[in-house]
């Protein structure tokens, strides 16, 4: 392969890569936005606090934070799973925060954040093996339980395909194939901050290493299926009603909006 | 309905690629966008080559040379002359009109800062290692020791 060649194909990873990621973004903001929309639209008719409920809104904050950071309620109902669950999940956003440093240019930001962004570094780097670790004990959870094979559908696996495939080419580019991470980061922030016209020179191209087209395709995908799929329980689960409602029915009438005007509407 | 969804998206594309092309008939700038501009190296390893290993690979993996190259010296006492960071620093940090080297610790303008802080990678080898080339740092020593000496009182200081 000549350099003109190699030149015209980076040029096209390039153009495709930008053009995807901002096509992801707008289905992932837009669509979780509109499901957002969508839940609190939701009529909820019913008081239906999974008791013991908390009695006051602060109790409520209190509990969904439990449920959120800690996954109470799944800890209550399966050990193993929680633990490959937490183990996933915290790993994933130490991984995310690594990230960061290949959206932020120091100049953007004070120092202290900077060396924030510094310091998470190697812990993310190792972060990504507990994540891969979580990730495939959730997966052997589905093959291996007989009675969790038999509810799981393809979607369910194709989630943790995807979150495995980013997972694996992402350590072998920290650890084996590795790939020019300043030119990728020239390329990101050239995306996010909208300056096109940098793609012309090479400093700014997407760097054509495989382990990285993979990367970004599978991140591209998650984004793109987020709203449309399981993953929805990342905002869903602030509108789990068993989990969001102050357990004070007899305190406070609860009544949907539709009943009121359906029902108690002044009669004319 | 799902019709007019797919041809605004086909539009909102064909704009994006549209807008790319303007782009591209305008003069070249880097834009808001910084990257980092490390100094340019002393001399060419070889007529054919720039540095130890073609350009891509120095960029991609002069992390694994370096730390190869210290677990051979360090647990198998195979010093070989190959990935040496010393090298490496003596043809790559250049010292400005007044012969000051940069600082390691702080700012863009050390060779290996340029790009370390720019992708938030920290390096530790200059924890130990001199972050300078050699014999500026040897000079520094006979300096440093020639003071010594000149608060001893020894012979060679007086007239």
Redesign the interface.
Known sequence: MGGGNKEALMGFWTTFYALSFYVATLILILGVGYKIYQYTKTPAPLKIPTTPAPLTTGGVVIRMLLEVILFKSLFRSNKWIWLFAMIFHGALWVILLRHLRYFIDPQWVIYPIWELVELIQPFGKYASFAMLFGLLGLLARRLFVERMRYISSASDYLMLVLLLVIGVSGVLMSFVTRTDIVQFKAFMLSVISFQWQNFELSAYQMPPDSMLLVHLAAVILLMIVFPFSKLLHAPGVFFSPGRNQVDNAREKRHVAPWAIKQFEAPQT | MKARYLSI?GK??LG??L??TV??A?P?????????NPPKAKTNFSAEQPCVEPI?VM???HG?FLKHSRNDTMRHGMRTSNYSLVTCINCHVTSDEHGNYPSVKEGTEHFCRS?H??????IDCFQCHASHPEEVISSKVNEVSSIKLDSLGTPNTSP
């Open positions: 998206l909102l594309m994006l690629l807008s790319l782009n591209a305008e070249v700038t880097s834009g808001s966008v910084t990257i980092p891509d960029r991609r993996s694994l790009c802080s720019y992708a938030a990678v920290t």
